[in-house]
T-cell receptor, first 118, second 110 residues
Framework: GAVVSQHPSRVICKSGTSVKIECRSL??????MFWYRQFPKKSLMLMAT?????????EQGVEKDKFLINHASLTLSTLTVTSAHPEDSSFYIC??????????????FGPGTRLTVT | QKEVEQDPGPLSVPEGAIVSLNCTYS??????FMWYRQYSRKGPELLMY????GNKEDGRFTAQVDKSSKYISLFIRDSQPSDSATYLC??????????FGKGTTLSVSS
Protein backbone atom coordinates (compact mmCIF):
# COMPACT_ATOMS: atom_id res chain seq x y z
CA GLY A 1 0.00 0.00 0.00
CA ALA A 2 0.86 3.67 -0.14
CA VAL A 3 3.29 5.09 2.39
CA VAL A 4 2.93 8.21 4.49
CA SER A 5 5.81 9.40 6.59
CA GLN A 6 5.91 11.78 9.52
CA HIS A 7 8.86 13.60 10.94
CA PRO A 8 9.88 13.72 13.68
CA SER A 9 8.52 10.57 15.28
CA ARG A 10 9.11 11.96 18.71
CA VAL A 11 9.89 15.46 19.95
CA ILE A 12 10.35 17.01 23.36
CA CYS A 13 10.22 20.78 23.59
CA LYS A 14 10.07 23.43 26.23
CA SER A 15 6.93 25.36 27.01
CA GLY A 16 6.61 28.45 24.83
CA THR A 17 8.54 27.12 21.86
CA SER A 18 7.14 26.10 18.48
CA VAL A 19 7.35 22.67 16.90
CA LYS A 20 6.88 21.72 13.26
CA ILE A 21 5.67 18.29 12.22
CA GLU A 22 5.94 17.16 8.60
CA CYS A 23 3.65 14.73 6.83
CA ARG A 24 4.68 13.36 3.44
CA SER A 25 2.99 11.01 1.01
CA LEU A 26 5.95 9.15 -0.43
CA UNK A 27 4.58 7.40 -3.50
CA UNK A 28 1.33 9.13 -4.36
CA UNK A 29 -0.19 12.56 -4.61
CA UNK A 30 -2.64 13.36 -1.86
CA UNK A 31 -5.56 15.58 -2.76
CA UNK A 32 -6.38 16.03 0.87
CA MET A 33 -4.47 15.61 4.09
CA PHE A 34 -5.97 15.37 7.55
CA TRP A 35 -4.46 16.05 10.94
CA TYR A 36 -5.62 14.11 13.98
CA ARG A 37 -4.76 14.21 17.63
CA GLN A 38 -4.92 11.22 19.94
CA PHE A 39 -4.74 11.21 23.72
CA PRO A 40 -3.77 8.04 25.61
CA LYS A 41 -6.46 5.36 25.34
CA LYS A 42 -8.66 7.74 23.37
CA SER A 43 -9.79 7.78 19.79
CA LEU A 44 -8.42 9.95 17.02
CA MET A 45 -9.91 13.42 17.00
CA LEU A 46 -9.86 15.34 13.74
CA MET A 47 -8.14 18.68 14.06
CA ALA A 48 -8.20 20.01 10.51
CA THR A 49 -8.63 19.14 6.86
CA UNK A 50 -6.10 20.46 4.40
CA UNK A 51 -6.30 20.68 0.61
CA UNK A 52 -3.23 21.56 -1.40
CA UNK A 53 -2.99 25.27 -2.07
CA UNK A 54 -5.96 26.14 0.15
CA UNK A 55 -6.37 27.24 3.71
CA UNK A 56 -7.01 24.44 6.13
CA UNK A 57 -10.47 23.88 7.55
CA UNK A 58 -10.32 23.55 11.30
CA GLU A 59 -12.70 21.61 13.49
CA GLN A 60 -14.65 23.41 16.16
CA GLY A 61 -12.55 24.07 19.21
CA VAL A 62 -9.20 23.85 17.42
CA GLU A 63 -7.29 27.13 17.49
CA LYS A 64 -6.08 27.88 13.99
CA ASP A 65 -3.53 30.42 15.23
CA LYS A 66 -2.02 27.84 17.53
CA PHE A 67 -2.01 24.91 15.14
CA LEU A 68 -0.74 26.27 11.85
CA ILE A 69 -1.21 24.00 8.89
CA ASN A 70 0.51 24.47 5.57
CA HIS A 71 -0.18 22.24 2.57
CA ALA A 72 2.31 23.51 0.04
CA SER A 73 2.29 20.56 -2.34
CA LEU A 74 0.40 17.37 -3.11
CA THR A 75 2.93 15.39 -1.12
CA LEU A 76 3.67 17.58 1.90
CA SER A 77 1.67 19.07 4.72
CA THR A 78 3.08 20.60 7.89
CA LEU A 79 1.57 21.20 11.30
CA THR A 80 3.23 23.80 13.50
CA VAL A 81 2.31 23.91 17.15
CA THR A 82 3.05 27.47 18.18
CA SER A 83 3.85 28.54 21.72
CA ALA A 84 3.46 24.98 22.91
CA HIS A 85 2.18 24.25 26.41
CA PRO A 86 2.16 21.01 28.39
CA GLU A 87 -1.51 20.46 27.56
CA ASP A 88 -0.50 20.25 23.88
CA SER A 89 1.41 17.07 24.66
CA SER A 90 -0.22 14.38 22.59
CA PHE A 91 0.14 11.96 19.71
CA TYR A 92 -0.36 13.77 16.39
CA ILE A 93 -1.20 11.68 13.34
CA CYS A 94 -1.66 12.78 9.75
CA UNK A 95 -3.41 10.97 6.95
CA UNK A 96 -3.26 11.47 3.22
CA UNK A 97 -6.23 10.79 1.01
CA UNK A 98 -6.35 9.81 -2.62
CA UNK A 99 -9.34 8.73 -4.74
CA UNK A 100 -9.60 5.15 -5.91
CA UNK A 101 -11.25 4.09 -9.15
CA UNK A 102 -14.14 2.72 -7.12
CA UNK A 103 -14.94 6.21 -5.84
CA UNK A 104 -13.63 5.36 -2.40
CA UNK A 105 -11.08 7.81 -0.99
CA UNK A 106 -8.54 5.71 0.81
CA UNK A 107 -6.77 7.38 3.68
CA UNK A 108 -3.26 6.32 4.53
CA PHE A 109 -2.00 7.18 7.97
CA GLY A 110 1.42 8.27 9.01
CA PRO A 111 3.16 6.60 11.96
CA GLY A 112 2.42 9.54 14.25
CA THR A 113 4.49 12.07 16.17
CA ARG A 114 4.69 11.97 19.94
CA LEU A 115 4.96 15.54 21.25
CA THR A 116 5.95 16.15 24.85
CA VAL A 117 6.01 19.72 26.11
CA THR A 118 7.91 20.24 29.36
CA GLN B 1 -25.43 11.07 20.90
CA LYS B 2 -21.96 10.62 19.52
CA GLU B 3 -21.69 9.92 15.84
CA VAL B 4 -19.89 6.62 16.33
CA GLU B 5 -20.13 4.49 19.45
CA GLN B 6 -17.68 1.70 20.19
CA ASP B 7 -17.13 -0.24 23.39
CA PRO B 8 -13.50 0.38 24.40
CA GLY B 9 -13.16 -2.98 26.15
CA PRO B 10 -10.62 -4.27 26.98
CA LEU B 11 -11.42 -7.60 25.40
CA SER B 12 -9.31 -10.63 26.29
CA VAL B 13 -9.61 -13.94 24.45
CA PRO B 14 -7.54 -17.13 24.17
CA GLU B 15 -5.69 -17.94 20.98
CA GLY B 16 -7.97 -19.50 18.38
CA ALA B 17 -11.14 -17.79 19.61
CA ILE B 18 -13.55 -15.95 17.36
CA VAL B 19 -13.58 -12.25 18.14
CA SER B 20 -16.54 -9.97 17.49
CA LEU B 21 -16.05 -6.21 17.49
CA ASN B 22 -18.94 -3.81 16.99
CA CYS B 23 -19.85 -0.19 16.44
CA THR B 24 -23.03 1.77 16.01
CA TYR B 25 -23.41 5.06 14.22
CA SER B 26 -26.06 7.71 14.10
CA UNK B 27 -25.96 9.37 10.66
CA UNK B 28 -27.60 7.42 7.87
CA UNK B 29 -25.71 9.50 5.29
CA UNK B 30 -22.45 7.66 5.96
CA UNK B 31 -21.46 5.58 2.96
CA UNK B 32 -18.14 3.97 3.85
CA PHE B 33 -17.38 1.85 6.87
CA MET B 34 -13.83 1.04 7.83
CA TRP B 35 -11.94 -1.00 10.35
CA TYR B 36 -8.46 0.07 11.35
CA ARG B 37 -5.93 -1.71 13.53
CA GLN B 38 -3.59 0.35 15.65
CA TYR B 39 -0.61 -0.97 17.55
CA SER B 40 0.68 1.00 20.49
CA ARG B 41 2.34 4.29 19.50
CA LYS B 42 1.76 3.65 15.80
CA GLY B 43 -0.56 5.10 13.19
CA PRO B 44 -3.76 3.23 12.29
CA GLU B 45 -3.58 0.63 9.53
CA LEU B 46 -6.59 -0.01 7.31
CA LEU B 47 -7.87 -3.58 7.60
CA MET B 48 -11.00 -3.41 5.51
CA TYR B 49 -13.56 -1.05 4.16
CA UNK B 50 -17.14 -1.70 3.09
CA UNK B 51 -19.39 0.38 0.94
CA UNK B 52 -23.04 0.26 1.97
CA UNK B 53 -24.59 -2.82 3.56
CA GLY B 54 -23.23 -6.31 3.27
CA ASN B 55 -20.33 -8.55 4.15
CA LYS B 56 -16.72 -8.47 3.12
CA GLU B 57 -14.18 -11.16 3.86
CA ASP B 58 -10.40 -11.01 3.82
CA GLY B 59 -8.62 -14.03 5.20
CA ARG B 60 -9.50 -14.40 8.87
CA PHE B 61 -11.33 -11.06 8.93
CA THR B 62 -14.97 -10.45 8.03
CA ALA B 63 -16.61 -7.03 8.07
CA GLN B 64 -20.39 -6.65 8.19
CA VAL B 65 -22.50 -3.56 7.72
CA ASP B 66 -26.20 -3.33 8.46
CA LYS B 67 -27.32 0.13 7.42
CA SER B 68 -30.91 -0.49 8.52
CA SER B 69 -29.77 -0.78 12.13
CA LYS B 70 -26.68 1.42 11.73
CA TYR B 71 -24.50 -1.38 13.02
CA ILE B 72 -21.07 -2.46 11.86
CA SER B 73 -19.07 -5.48 12.93
CA LEU B 74 -15.65 -7.02 12.51
CA PHE B 75 -15.13 -10.73 13.10
CA ILE B 76 -11.72 -12.27 13.54
CA ARG B 77 -11.50 -16.04 13.18
CA ASP B 78 -8.75 -18.17 14.69
CA SER B 79 -7.39 -15.19 16.60
CA GLN B 80 -3.64 -14.99 17.09
CA PRO B 81 -1.49 -13.19 19.69
CA SER B 82 -0.32 -10.94 16.86
CA ASP B 83 -3.92 -9.70 16.55
CA SER B 84 -3.53 -8.00 19.93
CA ALA B 85 -4.06 -4.32 19.19
CA THR B 86 -6.66 -1.59 19.30
CA TYR B 87 -9.33 -1.87 16.63
CA LEU B 88 -11.03 1.31 15.49
CA CYS B 89 -14.15 1.53 13.43
CA UNK B 90 -14.54 4.59 11.23
CA UNK B 91 -17.22 5.98 8.96
CA UNK B 92 -17.42 8.73 6.40
CA UNK B 93 -18.89 9.99 3.19
CA UNK B 94 -16.74 9.96 0.06
CA UNK B 95 -13.71 12.22 0.34
CA UNK B 96 -14.47 13.50 3.83
CA UNK B 97 -12.59 13.04 7.06
CA UNK B 98 -13.03 9.82 8.95
CA UNK B 99 -15.07 9.77 12.12
CA PHE B 100 -13.63 7.22 14.48
CA GLY B 101 -15.05 5.18 17.30
CA LYS B 102 -13.12 5.10 20.57
CA GLY B 103 -11.40 1.86 19.64
CA THR B 104 -11.56 -1.55 21.30
CA THR B 105 -8.41 -2.92 22.86
CA LEU B 106 -8.03 -6.64 22.10
CA SER B 107 -5.64 -9.00 23.84
CA VAL B 108 -5.18 -12.54 22.51
CA SER B 109 -3.33 -14.83 24.87
CA SER B 110 -1.34 -17.86 23.74
Amino acid sequence: GAVVSQHPSRVICKSGTSVKIECRSLDFQATTMFWYRQFPKKSLMLMATSNEGSKATYEQGVEKDKFLINHASLTLSTLTVTSAHPEDSSFYICSASTPMTSGYYEQYFGPGTRLTVT
Amino acid sequence: QKEVEQDPGPLSVPEGAIVSLNCTYSNSAFQYFMWYRQYSRKGPELLMYTYSSGNKEDGRFTAQVDKSSKYISLFIRDSQPSDSATYLCAVNQAGTALIFGKGTTLSVSS
